[in-house]
């Protein structure tokens, strides 16, 4: 565990000094629809780039629906400009944010991941939760879309027999549930990648020793934890299914890397379920940085330690695609 005097880098506190943090507990439901608007317009301005990183200029980027029987679901793919093989490996990405956020802030990884991976990388553009959409609707997007593609690989281009799953924050907690439900169904995964991963909306969601120690960083706070679990998990929802670490079987889970930032309230959950992992047989790799906070991977212009995990995280992929 990192001492409480480690602080973010001194670009990130002040970045985040100048954004007012919402009051969660009255949040109403324009009040929030206001504030994702206002956060997605700053993260998709051409200025956002100096600190979301700038894509990898061997991909393109697209956005393109996904047609499903009740619904279309954008996403944002990412494909090498010269491809190495006619068949691509696969990776289903799942932003961060839950209550706002989009695919575009992890351009910059993502893209990196197509250019140095040879791969197509595939970012749900999800449905975000406010008081009418639960967390379990956000988990149906993520699952929908990799079953869509598993079963139209040739039309994407893809090898169903390379598919990794990636997901970041709220995001790593749908990457987590699809690759379970894939497990049962009978999709093999080669890898999945959780990074800041949130992985239990139970009770216990806050009551892990990082929340209490990093209970207010600049990209995470607890109060911001406690809102998002209201939204996830209303009424009489059962948490437990929406909770990867609370899961009744771990086992024959693929190969994980575990992305954990030293400064973040959800440090302690990535531990935990790495160490669930392991116990049911899973091989699970931890990276942890230091002097790193939640979503510190979207934010390359601030945090030099996303370009280690980064190249790590590619690095981990390569090698499950061979």
Not at 10 to 25: A, M, T
Not at 208 to 223: F, H, K, M, N
Not at 272 to 300: C, D, N, Q, W
Request: glycine share 6%; charged share 20%.
């Amino acid at each position: 565990m990192a001492p409480p005097t480690q602080r973010p880098p001194l670009g990130v506190r002040l970045v985040y000094s100048v954004r007012k943090e919402p009051d969660y507990r009255s949040m109403s439901p324009a009040d929030l629809a206001a504030f994702g608007e206002v956060a997605n317009r700053i993260v998709n301005s051409r200025l956002a780039r100096l600190l979301t990183g700038i894509p990898h200029s061997g991909v393109t980027i697209t956005w393109q629906q996904v047609q499903l029987a009740d619904r279309t679901i954008r996403v944002r793919v990412h494909r090498p400009k010269n491809p190495t093989a006619r068949k691509l490996p696969l990776v289903l990405h799942v932003h961060g944010g839950g209550y706002v956020g989009t695919a575009v802030q992890c351009d910059w990884i993502n893209s990196h991941v197509a250019a140095r991976a040879s791969a197509v990388v595939v970012s749900v553009e999800h449905r975000l939760m406010d008081h009418d959409t639960p967390l379990a609707a956000i988990v149906d997007d993520g699952w929908d879309v990799l079953r869509h593609v598993f079963q139209h690989a040739a039309d994407w281009g893809v090898d169903p027999t390379r598919v990794a799953v990636a997901g970041e924050s709220a995001g790593s907690m749908v990457a987590a549930l699809s690759a379970l439900r894939a497990r049962d169904a009978g999709l093999s995964l080669r890898a999945q990648v959780l990074v800041n991963p949130c992985v239990d909306v139970t009770s216990t969601a806050l009551d892990y020793e990082s929340v209490t120690q990093y209970a207010d960083t600049p990209t995470l706070t607890r109060e911001g934890l406690e809102f998002f679990r209201r939204l996830a998990v209303p009424g009489e929802t059962d948490p437990r299914p929406l909770s990867p670490l609370y899961a009744d079987r771990l086992d024959g889970l693929p190969p994980t890397l575990m992305v954990i930032p030293v400064l973040d309230p959800v440090a302690d959950h990535g531990r935990v379920y790495a160490e669930r992992l392991r116990e049911a047989g899973t091989t699970v790799e931890v990276r942890e940085y230091s002097k790193a906070g939640h979503a510190f991977i979207s934010m390359p212009g601030l945090v030099p330690q996303a370009r280690p995990a980064r190249d790590r995280l590619v690095e981990f992929l390569c090698e499950r695609f061979r």
